[in-house]
């Protein structure tokens, strides 16, 4: 939440722009976790230089890819609080370029340790975190001994770049997640993700944001690591879909790159999903089933 000592500036928030420009950092990590935090901060100031309002990252930027191998020992020692060192350097960042920037971090709570993106706001305000919901487990994908489960819901979080949410890697697959987005008024969606190569049989990885998008009435902004690592060779072709379904924006396959892309909020209102499919929706009928598991 937004702290009192920074009361002041966020009253004088400038009022949110229908368009704006969103840039994805799609960034390899290697294994000095210093040096990756400095070119994400070097990549959020060129972002911000070509006229980026809000600059979002993959998931897991500024480290190796943990679950790719079962947990041993203490992984708690390889997350970090939030706030803490990688969060302020971007909390400072943000205020001094005025950008939203939405990171995605291994954090360490207590004993506890999570997936999370923090959120801040163009003035260097933490509006909030959000941590993976849904946690998954299979080969290379160890991910149930590293992160417990976020029991904080899907917030939307109010910033001078729109209404944000954020749907963190495999939470992507839950049409109820996405759609909980949508109701708490996101305008956009940023998901940090961790697809390998080959991952997007078929375009069906993609077409999954398309629809969520053109149901949901909102932007996606899917934003993947890159790069061989030991065991995983991600895949990049981070992209952005508008509230019809299109893609308007892609990265390149297997190469860092800051992919731009002009989004324009109003199009929310606009769409099918704003005007119709959330107005018709008859949810009386179905939460009992939904909460029944189906």
Not at 245 to 264: C, F, I, Q, T, W
Request: some cysteine.
């Amino acid at each position: 939440m937004i702290d009192a000592g920074r009361a002041g500036r966020v009253a004088s928030r400038p009022e949110t722009e229908r368009g704006i420009r969103i840039a994805l950092i799609q960034q390899h990590a290697g294994p000095h976790k210093e040096e990756n935090v400095a070119r994400g901060l070097e990549a959020t100031r060129q972002a911000a230089a070509a006229g980026a309002r809000l600059v979002g990252f993959a998931e897991l930027a500024f480290e190796p890819f943990y679950p790719q191998r079962p947990a041993r020992g203490d992984v708690a020692a390889l997350a970090e609080e939030i706030p803490g060192p990688t969060t302020e350097a971007f909390m400072a960042v943000a205020e001094e370029l005025g950008v939203v920037v939405v990171l995605n971090l291994f954090e360490r709570e207590g004993e506890r340790t999570y997936d999370t993106s923090p959120v801040i706001d163009y003035d260097g305000s933490l509006l909030g975190r959000t941590r993976m919901v849904h946690i998954t487990d299979y080969d290379r994908f160890h991910e149930r001994g590293y992160y417990a489960p976020g029991d904080g819901g899907a917030p939307a979080y109010e910033t001078a770049a729109g209404r944000i949410g954020v749907a963190i890697c495999y939470d992507r697959h839950y049409p109820e997640y996405m759609r909980a987005l949508a109701l708490a008024g996101a305008e956009l969606v940023v998901v940090p993700q961790a697809g390998t190569e080959g991952e997007w049989p078929d375009g069906l990885y993609e077409a999954e944001m398309r629809v969520a998008a053109f149901q949901n009435g909102y932007w996606v902004a899917l934003c993947n690591r890159v790069g061989a690592e030991e065991r995983l060779a991600f895949a990049g072709e981070s992209f952005v879909c508008a509230p019809d379904g299109s893609v308007v924006a892609r990265a390149p396959r297997g190469e860092d790159h800051v992919l731009d892309a002009d989004v324009d909020l109003a199009a929310c209102g606009e769409s099918h999903a704003r005007r119709l499919f959330l107005r018709d929706r008859r949810p009386e009928l179905y939460s009992h089933w939904l909460a029944q598991g189906g």
